[in-house]
């Protein structure tokens, strides 16, 4: 279906989301919340997607860009209600669970919220004009979509500290020392590099690749036992699947695996 604010396309087994204000580059603004909910339902229900890629629409002036966060103007205008502090980013949530991996191809600014969009996917490739941070402070608020609890998490307590006390941004070397990105690549081969990672993951086992992602999900809500006790529960449920049986009939008769997701 076509959506007002993101571009939705699929290539084989993998899904692209653009978003596409440029004229805004690409804030977050309520009709954008409502699309990303739907787009994310409408890829968790086709069996056909096996990796996502989420990036942004260049800006009206041809730069790259990713998100710059919420749209301010919007929530600023005369009689606009508050952002709910949780409510408004149900988005973010339902992007992290997803059961399918998700690559952030960060083009340009990824800040406040767009940094937040960033932090709940899976890997995030990085172009090397990409800028990156989180200026809420600035503003005088905090991050509404969870960076106070994610940017810690993925990069350690000091340097998100750092990161959110100052509000400064940082680019995308500085950004992929401390972990923040996976991997930085020329402007001009973002969205190709994000797409050689795609379909590789892509031909990984589904149901394997839905279970180490929620291992590691749910595992970092828990204490090391309670996920170590995850962790077993769904290995058992990967031992008896039909592709723990085909991966390993594969490689013995040393030929390329064909999963199928069960």
Same mark, same amino acid.
């Given at each position: ?7 939705? +396309? ?7 989301? /653009? ?23 409408? $890829?968790?229900?086709?069996?056909? *997607?096996?990796?996502?890629? &989420? /990036? @942004?629409?260049?800006? /009206? #002036? ?8 919420? #749209?301010?103007? +919007? ?9 709910? $502090? ?7 949530? %339902?992007?992290? #669970?997803?059961?399918?991996? *998700? ?18 996917? #899976? &890997? ?6 990409? !800028?990156? @941070?989180?200026?809420? $402070? ?7 979509? @969870?960076?106070?609890?994610? &940017?810690?998490?993925?990069? @350690? *307590? ?37 797409? !050689?990672?795609?379909? +590789? ?8 690749? %839905? ?33 723990? $049986? ?13 999963? %199928?997701?069960?």
């Amino acid at each position: 279906m076509p959506y007002d604010t993101l571009i939705y +396309e699929k290539e084989d087994a993998i899904a692209i989301i /653009t978003l596409n204000r440029p004229q805004r580059l690409n804030a977050i603004n309520h009709q954008l919340s409502v699309d990303l909910m739907q787009v994310l339902d409408e $890829i968790a229900a086709d069996e056909e *997607v096996r990796a996502v890629i &989420l /990036t @942004g629409a260049p800006r /009206t #002036d041809g730069r790259p860009c990713f998100c710059a966060g919420a #749209d301010i103007k +919007e929530i600023s205008a005369p009689g606009a209600r508050p952002l709910p $502090i949780r409510t408004k980013y149900t988005f973010f949530d %339902k992007l992290e #669970d997803l059961d399918k991996p *998700v690559i952030a191809a960060i083009g340009g600014v990824a800040i406040g919220g767009g940094l937040e969009l960033a932090l709940v996917c #899976d &890997l995030r490739i990085a172009s090397d004009v990409a !800028r990156l @941070g989180m200026g809420e $402070i600035k503003l005088g608020v905090l991050p509404a979509g @969870g960076g106070t609890a994610r &940017l810690p998490r993925l990069i @350690g *307590v000091a340097k998100a500290k750092e990161l959110l006390f100052f509000g400064d941004h940082i680019d995308a070397e500085e950004a992929c020392h401390i972990g923040l990105v996976n991997k930085v690549v020329p402007a001009e081969s973002l969205l190709d590099e994000a797409k !050689r990672i795609a379909k +590789e993951l892509a031909e990984r086992p589904p149901l394997a690749l %839905k279970m180490a992602k929620s291992c590691i999900n749910v595992g970092m809500r828990m204490d090391l036992a309670g996920a170590l006790d995850y962790e077993a529960k769904c290995a058992a449920i990967l031992g008896s699947s039909e592709d723990r $049986i085909e991966g390993m009939q594969a490689f013995i008769e040393k030929r390329k695996p064909v999963f %199928k997701g069960r």
